[in-house]
């Protein structure tokens, strides 16, 4: 299942996308892949952490992160818990859905989201 949620991203969006992953009843993995949010000014580097914290406390299985500023993204849900194992960080949306393509299993839950600018879209197109 593919959550489309590319159109536009700030951190209360994602938070909010984030819980409803986690509260969706899944027979496989729940992934995030998750691109950069704009437009946030000085509080970037806050907010992308802040989202890290909230991939780790909703218990989501893996996080697929898109693109340089999300690192900041990563480094906090390992920070807050989640296993390096279950972290994957991609310069590229290409490569980011080629890992996808490779590793998605029936039953999986997929959010997709991020900000217009990063295109994210064509990762949805590439999966369905």
Do not use: C
């Not at 500023?69 to 310069?91: M, R, Y």
Request: hydrophobic content about 50%; aromatic content about 4%.
């Amino acid at each position: 299942t593919i959550i489309d949620d590319v159109y536009n991203a700030n951190p209360v969006s994602v938070a909010e996308a984030l819980e409803i992953t986690a509260m969706i009843k899944a027979r496989g993995k729940r992934l995030a892949v998750l691109g950069p949010m704009t437009e946030l000014g000085q509080a970037a580097a806050q907010a992308h952490k802040e989202v890290g914290r909230k991939v780790a406390e909703f218990h989501i299985d893996k996080l697929v992160a898109v693109g340089d500023v999300t690192a900041a993204v990563v480094e906090s849900a390992i920070e807050n818990g989640l296993a390096e194992k279950d972290v994957q960080w991609f310069e590229s949306k290409e490569a980011a859905t080629e890992w996808l393509k490779s590793n998605l299993v029936p039953g999986d839950i997929v959010l997709i989201k991020g900000s217009r600018i990063a295109g994210l879209e064509s990762v949805v197109e590439e999966l369905t």
